[in-house]
């Protein structure tokens, strides 16, 4: 039966209910022009699919209209039997094709975890030797950091200990009077202070080097150095008693003369010379390779380096280094008297061969208490 109520007598549902329907059917209009036009491709679910069967005719009712509850009361008439009807409508325009149902893909099968897990393990245990090794790697480097200091610690107490040991033979020495020979003959005029036998010649190590004197005075000195020893000068107030050089860490005694015995002890002042401050040339003599090897590292002094010396009074002067030479044994001209406060400074050269002296001379700049 057709509903012949106008519209202003339905629902809002009954409305939006048509309004579907007629949408719907629209669109089944445009489709069969599109196939009326060969402009409608058949609809597939996969290349290799069958058709789908033929699907069960489908009811009167309009597929919009079951999915909207039963009308409320007082309206007698039932929509969900048959679609509403207007007048002039047609029962062939509402018959809908069916398409083809579309088949949903199957699920993927789930992957199997026994393989990840496989890999997981690898990793975990890569992970866990690497984590292993820097362990053991930072025991070993902090064992061996260990060993180092351990090593080097020992060596320090040694060459402290050795260290100690010198300077207590070096305050015994000071402690004794060392006597020293009545000269006969002054060794100065003929060749410069300092000279002895090289210790690499372990024949003659810690002796006077004869040699370099004339042959004429060898038997005269030879016996000179040999003669009962005498007690050393009494330090006047105005005697060197100390030497300072900063740059090259000198820090030593002063001892009245330059012969063998005095540079034993430490630095020799030849007597002849000046004292701090006079002018004049003041000479110090020490060993380099031999007794302390005071004047090691002589020749290193720049000429700037500074040189200080203290008097007996405890005054100090500070002379400054203005040349360098390396002269033979026999150029006794360094000991040469000046009208100016210097100080020279020799030893043997080279170190361990001795067949030269090394020569600093510097002027004096200051002087302080």
Request: charged residues 25%; aromatic residues 6%.
């Given at each position: 039966?057709?509903?012949?109520?106008?519209?202003?007598?339905?629902?809002?549902?009954?409305?939006?209910?048509?309004?579907?329907?007629?949408?719907?059917?629209?669109?089944?209009?445009?489709?069969?022009?599109?196939?009326?036009?060969?402009?409608?491709?058949?609809?597939?679910?996969?290349d290799d699919a069958p058709p789908a069967p033929e699907p069960a005719p489908p009811p009167q009712?309009?597929?919009?209209?079951?999915?909207?509850?039963?009308?409320?009361?007082?309206?007698?008439?039932?929509?969900?039997?048959?679609?509403?009807?207007?007048?002039?409508?047609?029962?062939?325009?509402?018959?809908?094709?069916?398409?083809?149902?579309?088949?949903?893909?199957?699920?993927?099968?789930?992957?199997?975890?026994?393989?990840?897990?496989?890999?997981?393990?690898?990793?975990?245990?890569?992970?866990?030797?690497?984590?292993?090794?820097?362990?053991?790697?930072?025991?070993?480097?902090?064992?061996?950091?260990?060993?180092?200091?351990?090593?080097?610690?020992?060596?320090?107490?040694?060459?402290?200990?050795?260290?100690?040991?010198?300077?207590?033979?070096?305050?015994?020495?000071?402690?004794?009077?060392?006597?020293?020979?009545?000269?006969?003959?002054?060794?100065?005029?003929?060749?410069?202070?300092?000279?002895?036998?090289?210790?690499?010649?372990?024949?003659?190590?810690?002796?006077?080097?004869?040699?370099?004197?004339?042959?004429?005075?060898?038997?005269?000195?030879?016996?000179?150095?040999?003669?009962?020893?005498?007690?050393?000068?009494?330090?006047?107030?105005?005697?060197?008693?100390?030497?300072?050089?900063?740059?090259?860490?000198?820090?030593?005694?002063?001892?009245?003369?330059?012969?063998?015995?005095?540079?034993?002890?430490?630095?020799?002042?030849?007597?002849?010379?000046?004292?701090?401050?006079?002018?004049?040339?003041?000479?110090?003599?020490?060993?380099?390779?031999?007794?302390?090897?005071?004047?090691?590292?002589?020749?290193?002094?720049?000429?700037?380096?500074?040189?200080?010396?203290?008097?007996?009074?405890?005054?100090?002067?500070?002379?400054?280094?203005?040349?360098?030479?390396?002269?033979?044994?026999?150029?006794?001209?360094?000991?040469?008297?000046?009208?100016?406060?210097?100080?020279?400074?020799?030893?043997?050269?080279?170190?361990?061969?001795?067949?030269?002296?090394y020569v600093v001379f510097a002027d004096l700049v200051g002087e302080s208490f």
């Open positions: 039966m057709r509903d012949k109520r106008p519209v202003d007598e339905l629902s809002i549902e009954e409305l939006e209910r048509i309004l579907a329907i007629r949408k719907r059917e629209e669109r089944l209009k445009r489709l069969r022009r599109y196939d009326d036009r060969g402009r409608r491709l058949p609809v597939t679910l996969a009712q309009h597929e919009a209209a079951a999915t909207l509850p039963p009308p409320e009361p007082p309206v007698t008439y039932d929509l969900t039997d048959e679609l509403p009807r207007f007048e002039g409508e047609d029962d062939e325009d509402l018959v809908l094709p069916i398409l083809p149902r579309r088949q949903e893909p199957a699920p993927a099968p789930a992957s199997d975890g026994k393989g990840r897990s496989r890999v997981r393990g690898a990793w975990d245990k890569l992970l866990l030797a690497i984590e292993v090794v820097g362990v053991v790697g930072i025991v070993l480097i902090l064992a061996y950091g260990g060993y180092l200091i351990a090593t080097e610690n020992r060596r320090i107490e040694a060459l402290d200990q050795k260290s100690a040991e010198i300077q207590q033979e070096a305050a015994a020495l000071r402690a004794t009077a060392t006597p020293r020979p009545e000269l006969t003959i002054d060794l100065a005029q003929y060749v410069l202070p300092g000279g002895h036998y090289s210790p690499a010649d372990t024949s003659r190590a810690g002796q006077f080097n004869l040699d370099e004197l004339p042959a004429s005075i060898r038997p005269a000195a030879a016996s000179q150095l040999v003669a009962p020893r005498a007690a050393p000068p009494t330090p006047q107030p105005t005697s060197p008693t100390r030497i300072v050089i900063p740059a090259i860490g000198v820090d030593a005694a002063i001892y009245g003369g330059d012969d063998w015995y005095a540079l034993q002890k430490g630095v020799g002042h030849y007597l002849n010379s000046a004292n701090p401050g006079e002018n004049g040339n003041m000479v110090l003599t020490a060993h380099n390779d031999v007794y302390g090897e005071i004047f090691r590292y002589l020749e290193n002094l720049e000429v700037g380096d500074e040189v200080r010396v203290q008097a007996d009074n405890g005054k100090w002067y500070t002379y400054v280094v203005s040349e360098t030479h390396i002269v033979n044994p026999s150029d006794t001209w360094v000991l040469a008297h000046q009208n100016r406060p210097t100080v020279t400074l020799i030893t043997c050269h080279p170190y361990r061969v001795d067949t030269q002296r």
